[in-house]
């Protein structure tokens, strides 16, 4: 049975930093397409960011350059590092994880206030 466990989400003011964590099991996690996806009031889910393995990572043009995505293939958990936090941050996070199959996590709510 695949599990994706969010954590690390919460409020945060504008300018900050937060880090989310997702941890995995149920999968081969080092050779697993690993992202992160967000979905906001009234839109869609959108990716934010993806690793496939190795070492390729895409990034969503809105959190280009302040997101960093990273894998810990020994815990079995991928991150996702978010800086210079924006209000339309806003948003509940979802870890992806695809291996044979596309599987969610449950969610995390992130806030950012301005």
């Known amino acids: 049975q695949v599990q994706l466990v969010e954590s690390g989400g919460g409020l945060v003011q504008a300018g900050g930093s937060l880090r989310l964590s997702c941890a995995a099991s149920?999968?081969?996690?080092?050779?697993?397409?690993l992202a992160w996806y967000r979905q906001a009031p009234g839109k869609s889910r959108e990716l934010v960011a993806r690793?496939?393995?190795?070492?390729?990572?895409n990034y969503a043009g809105s959190v280009r350059g302040r997101a960093s995505i990273t894998r810990d293939n020994e815990k079995n958990t991928v991150y996702l590092q978010i800086d210079s936090l924006k209000p339309e941050d806003t948003a509940v996070y979802y870890c992806?994880?695809?291996?044979?199959?596309?599987?969610w996590g449950q969610g995390t709510q992130v806030t950012v206030s301005s």
């Open positions: 992806n994880a695809v291996w044979r199959a596309s599987h």
């Open positions: 149920g999968i081969v996690f080092s050779r697993s397409t």
């Open positions: 690793s496939m393995p190795p070492h390729v990572t």
